[in-house]
């Protein structure tokens, strides 16, 4: 089975900086990986697909990039409402781990 | 405005059964595959069950194959789990999903729309 490895886990980051999210698979996924952005008490949001694609309404300032095993979000300039949990979610075959365990961006 | 709101959650004893809704409106519902996927308190998220558009394709977690049923009502726009058998470790928010694939069933897949989740309390 596919296992998706995110890292850092926690990142603590202020206003302004870039920060930087990957997401490693256990075995190629090609370009089957979906990103999310998850806040306290709410559903997660799609922001990424396909590795790279970024959804309607989403802003500029995230990116996606990778493929085959390795993948990162990014986002350019970090604001106040960005500070959430991120998921990666691989979508290239079932596996009981299809979501990476979560990245929490804090406030530093 | 899309919409999916489930109901039926609750708390269950181990062993027994409980049954999960999700009314969808504010798009063409059998245009789309449905999912439930769920997360444990203070978790991360856990793929559960898949149904394509029709019904015709059905994907379950190894986790729940065998325990939970996965249905969908195209004339009354609505997703239901069937969950029976429960356990602890069942425990968690079930969110209703939606696919942005009409036949994306047999394993996770990239989801638009996401409900406001249903809590599932498994305790004696």
């Known amino acids: 089975d596919i296992q998706m490895t995110q890292s850092p886990s926690t990142l603590s980051a202020s206003v302004g900086d870039r920060v930087t999210i990957s997401c490693r698979a256990s075995?190629?996924?090609?370009?089957?990986l979906a990103w999310y952005q998850q806040k306290p008490g709410k559903a997660p949001k799609l922001l990424i697909d396909?590795?790279?694609s970024l959804k309607s309404g989403v802003p500029s300032r995230f990116s996606g990039s990778g493929s085959g095993t390795d993948f990162t979000l990014s986002i350019s300039s970090l604001q106040p409402d960005d500070f959430a949990t991120y998921y990666c979610?691989?979508?290239?075959?079932?596996?009981?781990?299809?979501f990476g365990q979560g990245t929490k961006v804090e406030i530093k | 405005e899309v919409q999916l709101v489930e109901s039926g959650g609750g708390l269950v004893q181990p062993g027994r059964s409980l049954r999960l809704s999700c009314a969808a409106s504010g798009f063409t519902f059998d245009d789309y595959a449905m999912h439930w996927v769920r997360q444990a308190p203070g978790k991360g998220l856990e793929w559960v069950s898949g149904i394509s558009w029709n019904s015709g394709s059905i994907g379950y977690a190894d986790s729940v194959k065998g325990r939970f049923t996965i249905s969908r009502d195209n004339a009354k726009t609505s997703l239901y789990l069937q969950m029976s058998g429960l356990r602890a470790e069942d425990m968690a928010l079930y969110y209703c999903a939606k696919a942005t694939s009409a036949y994306c069933s047999s394993k996770s897949c990239p989801y638009d729309y996401w409900g406001q989740g249903t809590l599932v309390t498994v305790s004696s």
């Open positions: 075995q190629s996924i090609s370009n089957w």
């Open positions: 979610q691989q979508y290239s075959t079932y596996s009981p781990w299809a």
């Open positions: 396909k590795a790279s």
